[in-house]
């Protein structure tokens, strides 16, 4: 069985910053990638980064200069540093995980991010 915890999600004012932290655990073995997706009311699930094992990453134009994705492989654990955070950001961030012989894409249980002032 593999787990996905997320922590860090909050309300923070335009302008602030927030970091987020996901640990995958249980049967895992070797991770192949891990990041963060993101679901605001009314819109499609949308990808926000993501990040190799060998420190590749991925990220959506839309918080590129403002998000920075890192892992620490020894923690099995990502990171999703946001600042400079917009109204626009509000969502539901999902981490997500993909393994080395482990079929599909795993999900985590979501974690709500505000922006509002």
């Known amino acids: 069985q593999v787990q996905l915890v997320e922590s860090g999600g909050g309300l923070v004012q335009p302008g602030g910053s927030l970091r987020l932290s996901c640990a995958a655990s249980?049967?895992?073995?070797?991770?192949?990638?891990m990041g963060w997706y993101r679901q605001a009311p009314g819109k499609q699930r949308e990808l926000v980064a993501t990040?190799?094992?060998?420190?590749?990453?991925n990220t959506a134009d839309s918080v590129k200069g403002r998000f920075t994705i890192s892992r620490d492989n020894a923690k099995n654990t990502v990171y999703l540093q946001m600042n400079s955070l917009k109204p626009e950001d509000t969502a539901v961030y999902y981490c997500?995980?993909?393994?080395?012989?482990?079929?599909?894409?795993?999900w985590g249980q979501g974690t709500q991010v505000t922006v509002s002032s």
């Open positions: 997500t995980a993909r393994f080395i012989g482990k079929p599909g894409t795993y």
């Open positions: 249980g049967s895992i073995g070797s991770i192949y990638n």
């Open positions: 990040i190799t094992s060998g420190g590749n990453t």
